[in-house]
């Protein structure tokens, strides 16, 4: 029962997923071949933290295959709130020590889609309602922020290649989310449910097809088998709706990415 505890702490308070996060930025460390910077790393860290904590306690409806993280998050109110406020000053802090002017006012509009991705701050504002805008702002804030960010600060040259790959990645990966929050996004039109859910996961194989096309036509062997790998993990989505199996394994790849650029 005490693993279970700390396993449930890790993966609900979002610090695995913060920790996938930090996998990103190593994963366009690595492949650029740029020294690791370690103020960068906490910022990512901390920032995604922030984020997803931020829409956790946003969310208040529970709902069968996600109840244990929506009870967890209600049980444990304070202390997200405080990870809420520590991690956000910590962000603040650090993106006005390391960043240039010009990349915070980029930033800001990331920010603006964090803050009112889910209801946080308004009753008429929820821009993820947006038709198709989902996916597009978690993609596009992931890239912005594990990879577009560690790369303008630590390095002059600007990798498009694994910005690429990342965007198309973490749009890959997020699909079977939306497969499984079929029954939430009920108004929202996300691909699942534009296209249905065959059609969707589809999508999502193809995607990292491309990507293991891609990696091969750039002869990284090691990459070619992650994407294989990241297919094989994804084929359970079609059955299974395990918290753990959506928190735990398949943001632990993000968490494991980093491995096969080594």
């Known amino acids: 029962m005490q693993l279970k505890r700390i396993i449930e702490f890790i993966v609900f308070s979002n610090l695995w997923i913060s920790l996938g996060a930090v996998g990103i930025a190593l994963t366009t460390f690595f492949y650029t071949e740029t020294e690791v910077d370690l103020l960068v790393i906490m ?23 996600r109840s244990n993280q929506i009870l967890w998050v209600q049980s444990n109110n304070k202390l997200i709130k405080w990870i809420i406020f520590i991690s956000f000053l910590i962000s603040a802090f650090l993106s006005f020590y390391i960043m240039h ?8 509009p990331f920010l603006g889609l964090v803050f009112f991705y889910r209801n946080a701050f308004s009753i008429k504002l929820e821009i993820r309602n947006i038709p198709f805008f989902k996916i597009l702002i978690i993609s596009f804030c992931w890239c912005w922020t594990c990879c577009a960010i560690p790369q303008l600060v630590s390095s002059r040259i600007f990798n498009w290649g694994i910005t ?9 990966i997020t699909i079977p989310f939306d497969i499984r929050d079929m029954s939430i996004d009920k108004k929202i039109n996300t691909i699942p449910q534009f296209t249905g859910v065959r059609a969707a996961f589809f999508i999502s194989q193809l995607s990292i097809l491309c ?21 094989l993990l994804l084929i359970p989505s079609l059955k299974i709706k395990s918290e753990f199996y959506y928190l735990f394994v398949l943001d632990g790849l993000l968490v494991i990415f980093p491995i096969f650029i080594l």
């Open 211 to 231: 990507l293991f096309f891609y990696t091969l036509y750039l002869s990284n062997y090691l990459l070619c088998f992650f994407m294989i790998i990241t297919n």
């Open 43 to 65: 910022l990512v860290f901390f920032s995604t933290l922030f984020g997803y904590s931020l829409q956790n306690i946003s969310q208040k409806e529970i709902h069968n295959h």
């Open 164 to 172: 690429f790959i990342i965007l198309v990645y973490v749009f890959a």
């Open 101 to 108: 002017i010009y990349l915070i006012i980029f930033s800001i």
